[in-house]
Protein backbone atom coordinates (compact mmCIF):
# COMPACT_ATOMS: atom_id res chain seq x y z
CA UNK A 1 0.00 0.00 0.00
CA UNK A 2 1.11 3.34 -0.71
CA UNK A 3 -0.93 6.80 -1.17
CA UNK A 4 -1.01 8.44 -4.53
CA UNK A 5 -1.46 11.79 -3.27
CA UNK A 6 -3.34 13.78 -0.60
CA UNK A 7 -7.19 13.42 -1.40
CA UNK A 8 -8.44 16.18 0.75
CA UNK A 9 -8.18 17.60 4.37
CA UNK A 10 -11.10 17.23 6.45
CA UNK A 11 -12.42 20.32 8.54
CA UNK A 12 -14.73 20.16 11.29
CA UNK A 13 -17.20 23.17 11.41
CA UNK A 14 -20.23 24.42 13.80
CA UNK A 15 -22.23 26.01 10.56
CA UNK A 16 -21.70 24.74 7.10
CA UNK A 17 -23.35 27.57 5.74
CA UNK A 18 -21.54 30.32 7.98
CA UNK A 19 -17.99 27.95 6.86
CA UNK A 20 -18.76 27.90 2.68
CA UNK A 21 -19.10 31.85 3.04
CA UNK A 22 -15.83 32.00 4.51
CA UNK A 23 -13.74 29.59 1.96
CA UNK A 24 -15.70 31.31 -0.59
CA UNK A 25 -14.99 34.72 0.03
CA UNK A 26 -12.18 35.09 2.12
CA UNK A 27 -10.07 32.19 0.85
CA UNK A 28 -11.63 32.91 -3.31
CA UNK A 29 -12.26 28.80 -3.67
CA UNK A 30 -15.80 27.93 -5.63
CA UNK A 31 -17.91 25.84 -3.12
CA UNK A 32 -18.63 23.05 -6.04
CA UNK A 33 -20.63 20.47 -3.89
CA UNK A 34 -22.81 20.15 -0.76
CA UNK A 35 -23.96 16.11 0.42
CA UNK A 36 -25.39 14.56 3.61
CA UNK A 37 -24.06 11.41 4.30
CA UNK A 38 -26.65 10.50 6.44
CA UNK A 39 -25.29 7.00 7.77
CA UNK A 40 -22.69 9.30 8.91
CA UNK A 41 -24.80 12.26 10.43
CA UNK A 42 -23.03 14.60 8.41
CA UNK A 43 -23.72 17.03 5.73
CA UNK A 44 -20.32 17.92 3.51
CA UNK A 45 -19.44 20.99 1.57
CA UNK A 46 -15.89 20.49 -0.88
CA UNK A 47 -13.76 22.75 -2.43
CA UNK A 48 -10.79 22.38 -4.89
CA UNK A 49 -7.17 23.76 -4.73
CA UNK A 50 -5.01 22.08 -7.14
CA UNK A 51 -4.96 18.92 -6.70
CA UNK A 52 -6.55 18.53 -3.28
CA UNK A 53 -9.63 19.29 -1.88
CA UNK A 54 -11.23 20.64 0.94
CA UNK A 55 -14.13 18.90 3.11
CA UNK A 56 -15.86 20.47 5.33
CA UNK A 57 -18.34 18.63 7.90
CA UNK A 58 -21.24 19.91 9.35
CA UNK A 59 -22.24 17.56 12.20
CA UNK A 60 -26.29 16.34 11.71
CA UNK A 61 -26.86 14.76 14.73
CA UNK A 62 -25.31 15.26 18.24
CA UNK A 63 -24.69 11.34 18.18
CA UNK A 64 -22.59 12.63 14.90
CA UNK A 65 -18.67 11.63 15.60
CA UNK A 66 -18.00 15.74 14.25
CA UNK A 67 -20.87 16.63 16.68
CA UNK A 68 -18.72 14.51 19.47
CA UNK A 69 -15.62 16.24 17.91
CA UNK A 70 -16.36 19.27 17.74
CA UNK A 71 -17.57 19.50 21.29
CA UNK A 72 -14.66 18.28 22.74
CA UNK A 73 -12.05 20.37 20.38
CA UNK A 74 -13.86 23.01 18.75
CA UNK A 75 -13.84 23.77 15.28
CA UNK A 76 -10.52 22.74 12.85
CA UNK A 77 -8.82 20.16 10.71
CA UNK A 78 -10.69 16.78 11.96
CA UNK A 79 -8.32 14.50 9.31
CA UNK A 80 -6.58 14.17 6.35
CA UNK A 81 -7.36 11.60 3.43
CA UNK A 82 -4.87 9.80 1.06
CA UNK A 83 -5.42 8.38 -2.17
CA UNK A 84 -5.41 4.40 -2.83
CA UNK A 85 -5.36 2.35 -5.15
CA UNK A 86 -7.74 -0.01 -2.83
CA UNK A 87 -9.52 0.96 0.51
CA UNK A 88 -9.83 -2.50 1.92
CA UNK A 89 -5.90 -3.66 0.86
CA UNK A 90 -5.12 -0.63 2.59
CA UNK A 91 -6.48 -0.75 6.05
CA UNK A 92 -5.40 -4.92 5.68
CA UNK A 93 -1.88 -3.71 4.95
CA UNK A 94 -1.91 -0.79 7.69
CA UNK A 95 -3.81 -3.46 10.19
CA UNK A 96 -0.84 -6.16 9.25
CA UNK A 97 2.12 -3.29 10.36
CA UNK A 98 0.59 -2.98 13.78
CA UNK A 99 -1.76 -0.25 13.20
CA UNK A 100 -5.28 0.56 14.85
CA UNK A 101 -8.27 0.20 12.74
CA UNK A 102 -11.65 2.33 13.03
CA UNK A 103 -13.01 0.04 10.06
CA UNK A 104 -11.78 -2.99 9.15
CA UNK A 105 -13.64 -2.61 5.42
CA UNK A 106 -14.15 0.17 3.21
CA UNK A 107 -17.50 1.82 3.54
CA UNK A 108 -19.02 4.47 1.37
CA UNK A 109 -18.27 8.36 1.91
CA UNK A 110 -18.98 11.35 0.24
CA UNK A 111 -18.87 11.44 -3.52
CA UNK A 112 -19.32 7.92 -3.53
CA UNK A 113 -15.57 7.13 -2.44
CA UNK A 114 -14.81 4.44 -1.15
CA UNK A 115 -13.41 5.12 2.83
CA UNK A 116 -12.21 3.43 5.49
CA UNK A 117 -10.37 5.12 8.87
CA UNK A 118 -7.13 4.01 10.86
CA UNK A 119 -7.45 5.39 14.60
CA UNK A 120 -5.50 7.90 15.71
CA UNK A 121 -4.29 6.78 18.81
CA UNK A 122 -2.10 4.53 16.06
CA UNK A 123 -1.14 7.22 13.92
CA UNK A 124 0.54 9.65 15.72
CA UNK A 125 -2.63 11.33 16.84
CA UNK A 126 -3.96 12.25 13.29
CA UNK A 127 -6.67 10.70 11.97
CA UNK A 128 -6.55 9.49 8.94
CA UNK A 129 -8.80 8.36 6.38
CA UNK A 130 -7.61 5.93 2.86
CA UNK A 131 -10.20 6.10 0.17
CA UNK A 132 -10.74 5.31 -3.48
CA UNK A 133 -13.20 5.51 -6.30
Known amino acids: ?3 THIEHIGIAVENLDEAI ?3 ENVMGLECYNVEE ?3 QKVKTAFFKIGDVKIEL ?5 PESTIASFVEKRG ?3 HHIAFAVENTDEA ?3 AEAKGVRLIDKQARKGAENLNIGFLHPKSTLGVLTEFCCK
Do not use: Q
Open 57 to 61: LEATS
Open 21 to 23: KYW
Open 1 to 3: MKP
Open 91 to 93: LAD
Open 75 to 77: AGV
Open 37 to 39: VAD
